[in-house]
């Protein structure tokens, strides 16, 4: 597993994403995404869709190959994540996304959005604690 994380959370950073990574990503060579959120309810879903969309697209003269064909979506958001594993946090910290920090972002998010949830129901608990077991780093 490689430390680190890219932040996208726009549409027009998913495109970047999938475009870079479409030129120098090997068939051979997996890569695995997870989306997360605060709490993995609307504005992850919504990019995962649509880099699944995008990719799929792109992909479509070589059906069913895909550039990013392992995606996930973090059960339960961060919030879950960082209260149960820590340990695998940097940094150490977690700020709600209704901190007055990030009112700009949440202002930003609400006005574009129409129906994120697209009516998907969250699973949690064991789920996340099977993630949270199942992390080694090498």
């Known amino acids: 597993m490689r430390l680190g994380a890219v932040n996208v959370y726009r549409l027009e950073d998913v495109d970047s994403l999938l475009k870079s990574q479409s030129r120098e990503l090997s068939r051979d060579k997996k890569t695995v995404l997870v989306f997360h ?65 990030h009112a700009d972002d949440l202002r930003h998010f609400r006005t574009r959005s129409k129906s994120w949830t697209a009516g998907q129901s969250r699973r949690r608990g064991d789920q996340l604690q099977t993630l949270c077991t199942s992390l080694s780093f090498e």
Not at 37 to 44: D, G, I, V, Y
Not at 61 to 71: A, G, R, S, T
């Open 37 to 101: 959120c605060e709490f993995s309810s609307q504005r992850a879903p919504k990019l995962l869709r649509y880099l699944r969309n995008a990719d799929r697209q792109q992909n479509s003269d070589q059906y069913p190959k895909l550039f990013f064909p392992e995606i996930y979506l973090l059960s339960g958001g961060y919030k879950s994540f960082f209260t149960q594993c820590q340990n695998y946090c940097t940094p150490v910290d977690y700020v709600p996304m209704l901190d007055r920090t």
